[in-house]
């Protein structure tokens, strides 16, 4: 992927290399390797894909990563805190929303965005995730677990990017979307929350039991 990516377009090698680190981290907690939650082992890869991506396209220093990874912290420990980080108990609206949130708002603030579009960032990125099924294929953080990661960190750059062009100002608060997602999680049936009985686990099952008869 990493190889690839450097052999794109230039306004596509920066996504590439978004994909690629957090494929990275995805599949080394899928091989039981050491990663760092963020906010979960789960969501663990699109924290790091976007910090990665980022340090290299804007030549981060120390002192902004550590700032952009104390926003992205911070808003990880709101969610965690006033609702939940478990996909067993809110689906992976809680896990990968919860990382695309981190992650936007970090992003937000390494391209230079105020208070109110990088709280806008947080928000946006929960608020597109409410809903979001934990449904792992096997009981294995595998499928969709790996390929969703990298694609919601690109997502949380795209938030950022979209949460910059605007004057911050906005309807839902980030409060108010991490209150529905847990919310919203309680009301979710329990095939979709990280017991591989429904969704794509049950629906792959099917095809491994029809490919066997």
């Known amino acids: 992927m990493y190889d690839k990516a450097l052999s794109k377009r230039a306004s596509l090698v920066f996504t590439n290399k978004i994909f690629a680190y957090a494929l990275a981290v995805s599949e080394e907690n899928a091989s039981m390797g050491q990663v760092v939650t963020a906010p979960t082992c ?16 804007y030549e981060l220093v120390e002192k902004h990563i550590l ?7 911070l808003v990880g420990n709101l969610v965690k805190h006033n609702a939940t980080i478990s996909g067993a ?20 603030y390494f391209m230079g965005g105020s208070l109110d579009q990088i709280e806008y960032a947080a928000e946006s990125a929960m608020e597109h995730h409410l809903g979001m099924t934990c449904d792992p294929v096997g009981g294995y953080v595998i499928i969709p677990c790996i390929e969703r990661n990298a694609i919601c960190a690109v997502r949380a750059v795209n938030t950022a990017v979209y949460c910059m062009s605007t004057d ?31 969704g794509l686990a049950k629906y792959y099952d099917k095809i491994l039991v029809g490919s066997e008869e």
């Open 42 to 57: 789960g969501a663990s890869g699109v924290v790091p894909g976007v910090l990665r991506a980022m340090k290299e396209e």
């Open 67 to 73: 700032r952009g990874l104390a926003i992205a912290g």
């Open 89 to 108: 108990e809110a689906g992976c609206q809680a896990e990968v929303g919860t990382a695309c949130s981190m992650a936007a708002a970090m992003a937000t």
């Open 168 to 198: 911050g100002k906005h309807t839902i608060s980030f409060d108010e979307a991490r209150k529905t997602m847990k919310e919203t999680g309680k009301d979710m049936c329990s095939a979709y929350k990280e017991t591989s009985d429904g």
